[in-house]
């Protein structure tokens, strides 16, 4: 017997709605699939969201220059840990409520 796990990506709105923006049987890179994402939310709700709380797979130099034209805050893991990304780290443990959606669905 195989089983097969399913990979979602999903936002947050204002109100805490989670809406599933990619939902796969298949493999698919993440990282690739963030930028899409974000438009996906700008067309949607008709604005940038204002941060991304994302996993580490997201955090690549690509996705954080994207990120920097967009003007939107990046609350990843930091590439490098120091003093000045204090509030990164804050910001990146903010994605625990879409961690608990996931939760919610399984």
Avoid: C
């Avoid at 709380?53 to 220059?65: K, Q």
Wanted: no cysteine; hydrophobic share 30%.
């Amino acid at each position: 017997m195989t089983f097969t796990r399913t990979k979602p990506n999903a936002s947050l709105t204002e109100k805490g709605l989670a809406h599933i923006g990619n939902l796969d049987w298949n493999g698919f890179n993440e990282e690739q699939d963030l930028k899409l994402q974000v438009e996906a939310y700008a067309v949607r709700l008709g604005h940038y969201p204002e941060g991304v709380h994302a996993d580490l797979i997201y955090g690549t130099r690509e996705n954080r220059t994207y990120f920097k034209e967009k003007g939107i805050r990046f609350a990843g893991n930091p590439l490098k840990e120091t003093e000045d990304n204090a509030q990164q780290l804050a910001d990146y443990r903010q994605r625990i409520p879409i961690e608990g959606k996931f939760g919610q669905g399984k």
